[in-house]
């Protein structure tokens, strides 16, 4: 049988998280003003003395639920990040040959309900995984000007064999519109009885199959083939036996 585990620390009594992450990595709360009209934060003021360089270019992307996007990395300019909406697991893997945190792989969890700006130094790896249920807006204030003739990005897929971290277990993304639902029914129960039931399906199933008696009374079949998309018969004595 296995021995119980201890908790770890995983914050200081002043509530803040305790986490590592790769060396030149920075944070700064984000704080939310809220009255009867609705609520307004600022984004970004060099007077906060946060982060040495100047806003010069900033752009807003979105992650669906359940979605990973990476691996990036930049080797001329850094990114800073801010969480407008959702959840985001920001998943950082330093493999600078002279960091002090060479190896590290970090993970950072940015919300809405504490927004807070980070910085992504350059030579640092980076992937998004949106770990809400809604898609997760952020805002990116890059230390240079997007060269589009020639960008400062380069890739890696997301399963790749150069980053010791694993989305395997992350979840899917999942289009409502590719759900479907098919109901498959063996009956020879009064048709007005199965059309009442498979009627409170019909709005959500993508499908309703009905495999009848070939015994059921007219009454019966056309009861079943007013609610089904296809209407099978099977032998008789295949109800003998089930």
């Not at 330093?94 to 350059?122: C, N, Q, W």
Request: proline share 7%; with cysteine.
């Amino acid at each position: 049988m296995a021995e119980p585990v201890r908790d770890r620390e995983t914050v200081t009594p002043e509530g803040e998280r305790l986490e590592s992450v790769p060396d030149g990595v920075r944070f700064k709360d984000i704080v939310t003003h809220v009255d009867d009209r609705g609520a307004v934060f600022e984004l970004f003021d060099m007077r906060w003395d946060w982060h040495p360089d100047p806003v010069v270019f900033s752009y807003i992307f979105t992650v669906r639920p359940g979605v990973v996007k990476g691996w990036g990395i930049h080797h001329q300019h850094e990114d800073r990040y801010c969480i407008l909406s959702g959840e985001m697991e920001v998943v950082l893997y330093d493999p600078r040959e002279d960091s002090p945190t060479r190896g590290l792989v970090s993970k950072i969890y940015m919300t809405e309900h504490r927004r807070r700006l980070m910085s992504i130094p350059a030579g640092v790896w980076h992937a998004d995984r949106n770990i809400g249920q809604t898609d997760a807006m952020m805002i990116n204030f890059p230390t240079i000007v997007y060269d589009h003739s020639n960008p400062d990005k380069y890739r890696l897929p997301i399963d790749t064999d150069q980053i010791p971290h694993s989305f395997a277990k992350a979840r899917a993304a999942v289009d409502p519109a590719a759900v479907t639902l098919s109901v498959c029914l063996l009956t020879n129960d009064p048709g007005a009885r199965v059309a009442a039931t498979l009627a409170l399906l019909r709005p959500v199933a993508d499908e309703i199959v009905i495999a009848a008696d070939p015994r059921a009374e007219p009454d019966d079949l056309a009861h079943y083939a007013a609610v089904a998309d296809r209407l099978l018969r099977v032998e008789a004595d295949f109800f003998e036996t089930v």
